[in-house]
């Protein structure tokens, strides 16, 4: 590596490590994307805590006085219950929140069984024959090293853990003994561990989203991604939630741009034009490049109006300002099409056909205006 690059290099390491430490810099389809991940997790950990807690209770059978045999058998059992309720019932939200509390539950159920065994056998860790209920948090650890995590994510679920596992040693008044302060560092050791591993997944996760799912060129989502967006997450339950809007914008001659410019400049300015409609979009809106100088944004809870709104906020920018360019600036019109969808009539793909429709009306009529579907209306424009 050249010492010129160093800087490149310096940048790159930076942006990594600030996307493994918190989640406040991802994209919204991230947050969609590693949600699923999660979930996933989540639900397979707990349909395996599921099967194995309560299939564990001949081994208890084996290794408990009969005394504590009864209630060990009936821990497990509830045990198992929650857990399979957790993999069976838990909401389908595809949201990084939402998979994080599935993994809190999965972590709060088996941590409130660790504790109920430690009271009912009045601690484990003298007792040999018990070595799979001492080491319950330390197997937690493990677990969490699977699933991607900021480190700001994992910080409070480590905490928890080794914290309730420090206490169940002080209880049986152990704290400073020499295996209690083994399995202790043990415990620290493998969060340590976990929290390399999570970072690790969760970079590699964001590597393969980016490849996946964004436009080289603008950074914006694809086509594919935004459809599959659209079928996976907002169709969901959309009928009884807000409003979706789409806004549907074209450059208006960039073929132009083109001929006369170059391919790199007319590259410049769809740069410019993906950076000014992120600007412009809400944190919830998708915006993606759906192809050439073709772009989609897809705004939920944003009525009509609002949709109308934000179309003439893009248009009245694009004829304002000229596009920097290496070469010169640019001026330069938009045509948008506006539609909101109808979940009980229009499918995702009919929906974009009709916003499609108004984008073409938008170009008919003269170029340089925002035109909503089944209504030829004309908004404030320039030159056409």
């Given at each position: 590596?050249?010492?010129?690059?160093?800087?490149?290099?310096?940048?790159?390491?930076?942006?990594?490590?600030?996307?493994?430490?918190?989640?406040?810099?991802?994209?919204?389809?991230?947050?969609?994307?590693?949600?699923?991940?999660?979930?996933l997790?989540?639900?397979?950990?707990?349909?395996?805590?599921?099967?194995?807690?309560?299939?564990?209770?001949?081994?208890?059978?084996?290794?408990?006085?009969?005394?504590?045999?009864?209630?060990?058998?009936?821990?497990?059992?509830?045990?198992?219950?929650?857990?399979?309720?957790?993999?069976?019932?838990?909401?389908?939200?595809?949201?990084?929140?939402?998979?994080?509390?599935?993994?809190?539950?999965l972590?709060?159920?088996?941590?409130?069984?660790?504790?109920?065994?430690?009271?009912?056998?009045?601690?484990?860790?003298?007792?040999?024959?018990?070595?799979?209920?001492?080491?319950?948090?330390?197997?937690?650890?493990?677990?969490?090293?699977?699933?991607?995590?900021?480190?700001?994510?994992?910080?409070?679920?480590?905490?928890?853990?080794?914290?309730?596992?420090?206490?169940t040693?002080?209880?049986?008044?152990?704290?400073?003994?020499?295996?209690s302060?083994?399995?202790?560092?043990?415990?620290?050791?493998?969060?340590?561990?976990?929290?390399?591993?999570?970072?690790?997944?969760?970079?590699?996760l964001?590597?393969?989203?980016?490849?996946?799912?964004?436009?080289?060129?603008?950074?914006?989502?694809?086509?594919?991604?935004?459809?599959?967006?659209?079928?996976?997450?907002?169709?969901?339950?959309?009928?009884?939630?807000?409003?979706?809007?789409?806004?549907?914008?074209?450059?208006?001659?960039?073929?132009?741009?083109?001929?006369?410019?170059?391919?790199?400049?007319?590259?410049?300015?769809?740069?410019?034009?993906?950076?000014?409609?992120?600007?412009?979009?809400?944190?919830?809106?998708?915006?993606?490049?759906?192809?050439?100088?073709?772009?989609?944004?897809?705004?939920?809870?944003?009525?009509?109006?609002?949709?109308?709104a934000?179309?003439?906020?893009?248009?009245?920018?694009?004829?304002?300002?000229?596009?920097?360019?290496?070469?010169?600036?640019?001026a330069?019109?938009?045509?948008?099409?506006?539609?909101?969808?109808?979940?009980?009539?229009?499918?995702?793909?009919?929906?974009?056909?009709?916003?499609?429709?108004?984008?073409?009306?938008?170009?008919?009529?003269?170029?340089?205006r925002?035109?909503?579907?089944?209504?030829?209306?004309?908004?404030?424009?320039?030159?056409g």
């Amino acid at each position: 590596m050249a010492l010129s690059d160093l800087p490149h290099w310096l940048a790159l390491m930076r942006g990594a490590f600030r996307d493994v430490a918190t989640a406040g810099h991802h994209s919204a389809d991230f947050h969609f994307y590693r949600g699923g991940h999660l979930l996933l997790r989540v639900r397979i950990f707990a349909l395996l805590f599921a099967v194995a807690t309560p299939l564990w209770i001949p081994v208890a059978m084996w290794l408990l006085p009969g005394e504590g045999l009864f209630a060990m058998g009936v821990g497990r059992v509830v045990a198992g219950v929650a857990f399979l309720g957790v993999a069976l019932l838990w909401p389908t939200q595809r949201s990084r929140l939402n998979g994080i509390a599935g993994l809190w539950a999965l972590v709060i159920i088996l941590l409130a069984f660790h504790l109920y065994a430690q009271i009912l056998v009045g601690g484990t860790m003298a007792q040999p024959g018990l070595i799979g209920y001492t080491t319950l948090p330390l197997f937690l650890v493990a677990c969490t090293a699977l699933f991607p995590l900021t480190t700001l994510e994992s910080l409070p679920l480590l905490a928890v853990i080794i914290g309730l596992e420090g206490l169940t040693v002080a209880q049986n008044r152990d704290l400073l003994g020499e295996a209690s302060m083994g399995m202790l560092w043990v415990t620290l050791l493998m969060g340590g561990f976990a929290l390399v591993a999570q970072a690790v997944h969760l970079y590699i996760l964001m590597l393969l989203h980016r490849q996946a799912s964004l436009d080289p060129l603008t950074g914006l989502l694809n086509r594919g991604a935004l459809f599959r967006r659209i079928r996976e997450d907002l169709t969901a339950g959309r009928g009884s939630a807000g409003p979706l809007t789409l806004v549907f914008m074209d450059l208006d001659r960039f073929k132009v741009i083109n001929d006369h410019y170059g391919h790199p400049v007319g590259d410049e300015v769809l740069v410019y034009l993906a950076n000014l409609i992120n600007r412009e979009a809400g944190p919830e809106d998708l915006v993606a490049r759906f192809g050439g100088e073709e772009f989609l944004i897809v705004a939920p809870n944003r009525d009509l109006d609002e949709g109308m709104a934000l179309g003439e906020r893009i248009r009245a920018e694009v004829a304002r300002h000229p596009i920097p360019t290496q070469g010169s600036d640019l001026a330069a019109t938009a045509s948008l099409g506006v539609a909101r969808w109808d979940p009980l009539t229009q499918s995702p793909e009919t929906l974009i056909d009709t916003v499609d429709e108004a984008l073409y009306s938008a170009k008919e009529e003269g170029r340089n205006r925002v035109i909503r579907a089944g209504q030829a209306e004309l908004r404030p424009a320039g030159s056409g």
